[in-house]
């Protein structure tokens, strides 16, 4: 059974950092593709970042490219997500997922993930 749990999250001011962790438990796969979204109240969840599992290559939204870096450690089956210069709009409960089947580099929307984390709270202080 896959279980995914996210920490790391927390308060911090604007243009501060944070470092969310995911550990996985049970077997992971070559396909996978490892991503991190965000949902604030009231909206969608929103994809961040992806990182397929055995190449490392990675992928960004956007509003994200620059301030944030997705990593993975094999051997510790973890991943990661370094958020620096934090802005207020970063402010949601951050997702850790796992999109085991499609063997893709890049994988964004949030239905072609099967697994999930319960989430972390990051809110950013103005």
């Known amino acids: 059974q896959v279980q995914l749990v996210e920490s790391g999250g927390g308060l911090v001011q604007a243009g501060g950092s944070l470092r969310l962790s995911c550990a996985t438990s049970g077997r992971t796969f070559s396909s996978s593709t490892m991503g991190w979204f965000r949902q604030a109240p009231g909206r969608e969840r929103e994809f961040v970042a992806s990182?397929?599992?055995?190449?490392?290559?990675?992928y960004y939204a956007d509003s994200v490219k620059g301030r944030f870096t997705i990593s993975r450690d094999n051997y510790k089956n973890m991943v990661y997500l370094q958020m620096n210069s934090l802005k207020p709009e970063d402010t949601a409960v951050y997702y850790c997922?796992?999109?085991?089947?499609?063997?893709?580099?890049?994988?964004?929307?949030?239905?072609?993930?099967?697994?999930w984390g319960q989430g972390t709270q990051v809110t950013v202080s103005s």
């Open positions: 990182i397929k599992w055995t190449s490392a290559y990675t």
């Open positions: 997922a796992e999109a085991r089947t499609l063997n893709r580099p890049i994988v964004v929307h949030p239905k072609e993930y099967e697994y």
